[in-house]
């Protein structure tokens, strides 16, 4: 096992008497008087405000956090009072997540990072877990925002097992992947404008992030831009991603009448507009919802414009929710599709369109159905026609969990416009 190292300071920027250690710390004050920064040389650790694991948690990576409020990301004590070292894994993750304490109500097993427990699973709150592979950060919001529970291998019957009395559920989740790596990687990001798309590369070691400036700039050389912490930028980045989708609704055909344009989320759109006959997508690609909170006919919209509501394929003139298709950039689509619920009967794997699932695959129901890479759309009948359902990544062990009213799959296709 690979150990980190921390080092904790009494006073703002590395100030005062210090104290290191890279294993778990129940009471940091046996040795500190008080604790207002820290420096991660190494590895991935959690930092708690009361002893024995207890409190507000915040996971801290390779960086330096010079004051308490950008160590925990709240305002709150000079101390931190406890930490816990989260030991390198690079195996399966599985964990079960029950709606009520002790094991009860609803379960479902997770794999992998879910954003939203509700959304993905129906699931408005989650009491009790079982861990049984992995490393795992719970969030107490909706993706990835908010307070923070870690949690690894264990039976946790509540909250209170998790280490945090205060808070009442966790509504999203995330494996933790890259604890402890040691050897510094290249990776591209891209971001597309308005105008063009720019791809960046940047090196990263453990929690820290080097801005490297694009090839097509002239520019092969790193950056003079400061390091910064990959917590920061993928918050940076988030924000950014954030304020490039937008989509303008318009009352009228062909852009006419009152218009609404949005660049977010939003559950009730009835006080905008009366209904909506066209629709300009500059950037994103998003879904639209016949009725208020992503229920009712879903349409999806890739940039572009749509001067009548039919070339979205709508029913009608309603639209009273949208929502902005995100984390699916890439190249590789795939999925599963079971004849049975709960991923049972025959299985096909697929990683293409498919605009007849009874030519393919010779049957006409899909019971149940586990996304693994890429968005998807799903289309009542061949030929990508009829009601229309988006399926992002994760399980779906009933059809109703792609809120579709029977199992009838005429279609699919990948969603790769964004």
């Known amino acids: 096992m690979t150990m980190g190292k921390i080092i904790f300071y009494e006073d703002k920027n590395f100030q005062g008497r210090s104290y290191e250690t890279s294993n778990d710390c129940a009471e940091v004050t046996s040795y500190l008087s008080r604790c207002n920064s820290c420096r991660v040389e190494s590895g991935c650790f959690m930092v708690y405000e009361r002893p024995n694991f207890m409190g507000h948690q915040m996971m801290v990576r390779r960086g330096e956090y010079p004051d308490n409020q950008r160590l925990m990301g709240m305002t709150m004590s000079d101390c931190i009072r406890s930490c816990r070292n989260i030991p390198s894994y690079r195996g399966q993750f599985r964990m079960r997540m029950y709606e009520r304490e002790n094991f009860g109500g609803q379960m479902h097993e997770l794999m992998d990072d879910c954003d939203s427990i509700q959304d993905r699973y129906r699931m408005s709150d989650c009491q009790s877990c079982n861990v049984m592979e992995g490393h795992w950060l719970m969030y107490e919001q909706p993706h990835f925002r908010g307070r923070q529970m870690y949690v690894r291998p264990g039976e946790y019957r509540n909250l209170r097992e998790m280490g945090n009395s205060s808070m009442n559920r966790f509504m999203s989740v995330r494996r933790i992947t890259d604890s402890c790596e040691s050897r510094t990687r290249l990776m591209e990001v891209y971001l597309f404008t308005e105008l063009f798309p720019i791809s960046l590369r940047f090196l990263y070691s453990p929690g820290l992030a080097y801005i490297c400036l694009p090839l097509k700039w002239g520019c092969s050389y790193m950056s003079q831009w400061p390091s910064i912490t990959l917590q920061d930028w993928q918050s940076d980045m988030r924000r950014l991603c954030c304020k490039m989708v937008k989509i303008t609704f318009y009352e009228e055909n062909n852009f006419q009448g009152r218009c609404y344009e949005c660049s977010t989320d939003c559950a009730d759109l009835h006080s905008y507009f009366s209904r909506c006959n066209s629709a300009r997508v500059e950037s ?135």
């Not at 049975?340 to 007849?356: H, I, L, N, T």
């Not at 061949?382 to 579709?404: I, K, V």
């Open 284 to 418: 994103g690609a998003w879904v639209l919802y016949e009725k208020p909170n992503y229920k009712g006919y879903q349409y999806i919209l890739s940039p572009g414009e749509y001067t009548d509501n039919q070339q979205w394929m709508g029913f009608n003139d309603s639209v009273k929710s949208c929502r902005a298709i995100k984390n699916v950039y890439g190249n590789v689509w795939k999925l599963r599709l079971y004849e049975r619920p709960d991923f049972g009967g025959r299985m096909v794997e697929w990683a293409e369109d498919c605009p007849s699932v009874y030519e393919a695959f010779k049957f006409r129901e899909v019971y149940s159905c586990m996304v693994t890479h890429g968005a998807w759309a799903f289309y009542e009948l061949p030929n990508y026609r009829g009601r229309q359902y988006f399926l992002e990544r994760g399980e779906y062990p009933r059809h109703t969990d792609w809120s579709a009213a029977s199992a009838a799959v005429g279609s699919f296709r990948r969603i790769t416009e964004f």
